[in-house]
């Protein structure tokens, strides 16, 4: 069975570092491309970041570019979202995806993290 499970989440106060990590099981992902979106209550999904198969290449949203960093580790299946001077309006549930394809549908979704910044 494939999962992506994530972790890291919690409750910070704003200015506050968090480091969230997406675990690949299942098979190897080492050919996917991963990324992270979130989902604030009463929003929709948004995207947050991106990373190649091969960890190349990057992709931010405005809303957290110079803030946030996304790295991949293929030895350890795992993708990872380092968050710094995190803000109230990051406070969401983080979700991490992987897709074989560029710019096709995601083929796996993870289960979520909670992220909650106070001010």
Known sequence: QVQLVESGGGLVQAGD?????CTASGRTFSGYGM???RQAP???RSFVASITWNGGNTHYSDSVKGRFTMTKDNAKNTAYLQ?????????AVY???????????????????????SS
């Open 42 to 44: 009463g929003k929709d």
């Open 17 to 21: 570092s968090l480091s969230l990590s």
């Open 83 to 91: 968050m710094n001077s995190l803000k109230p309006e990051d406070t």
């Open 35 to 37: 990324s992270w979106f």
């Open 95 to 117: 979700y991490c995806a992987a897709r074989l394809l560029a710019r096709a549908a995601y083929d796996y979704w993870g289960q979520g993290t909670q992220v909650t910044v």
